[in-house]
């Protein structure tokens, strides 16, 4: 990949979130937000539970409307597309849910050959083996054959990345993808993510609690105050960790040692 | 072992003491705190302290004593001394302190509305949920010119696997049920032409019964409780289990991919079902007429053939294939529309039999009004 080498400033951006409000009628979860992913990216989304991540990240990929503000796609303005050109550019997105949200009628291979089956010409001998070759990739070679319901939370949750990669996507969204993994799976995760914006170029926006992962692989990061109700940092952890003079900044990052002594929850 | 209780008395004007007795535990009887407060509220001292020298054993329910003296004390800037406390106990106490209730948290909890709020509220969502089903029938309507275009995506594994869920899984019931059916309308039939001796008049009874619209009835109201509540509950739980946004992000529409098999294999499957009930129904019928009328089962049969009509078994046909739509669209509808838990899959599922059962009641009479009008 060409523009791997360069500094994640000089590739040009791939997702622009603008002035972005949002809620849930009229309460307020979070308010304008504004930052830039750039193309090839490892993007992470930071912030306390229940903070208002995941519902950042359905507003990404328009499973919830914005109460104020535009998201971009490049040039694209996703926001004020219709749902036909919105149906084209999630083509080319891959997302994994929190909860993995496997469709529990269909066996793994399953899972991952739909999407194959829907949107590409391949033979479905050929569709057989992309499905198989990327459930190997999560560590699942055997399991194809596996309805969600016989496999733990965290290979559900892997085979969930499996088929989020199935169409080699542009983008990658992923909802806390090493809650429930032993570390060692967590860490060939993270591994596993790297080489996937190496090999395919794509943009990966994370959103994870995982400290130790967020410092290996992100490159860039917004953190999410839900006592400020909107974004309080933006940049790459390293840095924030280092510079930040925010104290619940400091405290999510160095888990709670540094900042505000007095005891508190994250949400 | 002596239940838990305590005493209030002023040491002087400025400090006041709490002695506690005896065991405060969650299972025993525990004092209400409500004195105290009292006495805290009326003239706040500068200072409370706690005493507990003969303090038994303890457990939450002494914290739940404390803390409302606490609060009290806070909001009247009355210094507190915990230190004669067992340690563990002030400790658990100034914990309890540390974590500040989250703001807005609570916020959301409004006061109880009153009557013509509700009513306005009710009508607003009666509004919106109307909207919402127009917009799904809409939206239904292009998945259906786009499955007439050929270009509607679904897998036929699951149209072949819902139209034996509806279809050939559903035949013991409707026998049942359908025969059952038959033979309380032969029954009923035959107390009353019994008396003109009229008993063989209960084959064409029974026949145009269920033809026109037994049968197709009977069929439907099954199915609204077996299949109507179970596409309910499949499409509520898959709403929960974000895996009906995983196909509406994968670019695949899930009315396509999971309403149109369903809605498909219920116009498919009831006609049939509408066909065997009928069957089944004067096979009931035919029971009674031989075991109680005594009426020969060749003449009965000979009677049933020359009552019914082709457009009587047709009209009763139709009007199961339209049946049969309304029950998958409200099954379908319903289940799109389950909020996030497990209770309100129950809750769409209830209402999609309650929706799908008024809709076929409804249908039924406009059709009856209709066939009349256009003298079927
Ligand atoms: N449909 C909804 N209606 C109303 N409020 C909602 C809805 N969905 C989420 N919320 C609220 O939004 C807030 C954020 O939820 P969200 O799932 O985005 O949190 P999160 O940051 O992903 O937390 P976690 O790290 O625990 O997954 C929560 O406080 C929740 O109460
Ligand atoms: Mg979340």
Redesign the pocket.
Known sequence: MADGLKAPQQRPAHIIVKDLTMA??T?V?MHDLNFTVHRGDIFAIM????????????HLIGLLEPAQGEIFYGDFNFTSADPEQREQMLRRIGVLY?RGALWSSMTLAENVALPLSQFTDLKPAQIREVARFKLSLVGLAGFEDYYPSDISGGMQKRAGLARAMALDPEILFF??PSAGLDPISSRLLDELILELRESLGATIVI?T?ELPSIFAIADNSIF?D?EKRTMTAHGDPKDLLAHSTNSTVRRFLTRGQEGETTRQFD? | MTTGNFSVWSESDTLLTVALRGDWQLRGHLPSPEAVIVEISTKPPAKLKFVAEELGKWDSGLLIFLKPIVDTCRNHQVEIELAKLPPGLSRLVQLSEAVPEREGARAIKRPEPSFLERIGRRAIAVATSFKRFSAFLGSLTLAFIKLASGKARFRKVDLFQVVQETGANALGIVSLISFLVGVILAFMGAVQLQQFGAAIYVADLVAIGMARDMGAMMTAIIMSGRTGAAFAARLGTMRITEEIDALTTMGISPLEFLVLPRLMALVLMMPILCLYSDLMGMLGGAAVGFTMLGIPLPLYYRETAAALTLTQIFGGVFKATVYGVLIAISGCFRGFQCG?SASAVGDAATQAVVTSIVLVVVACGMFAVIFKILGI
Request: aromatic share 8%.
């Open positions: 849930f009628g309460f979860l912030g306390g539970s229940g903070c208002g991540k995941s519902t950042l990240l359905r929190q909802d806390e959103v609690h999410l839900a949400g | 996030g």
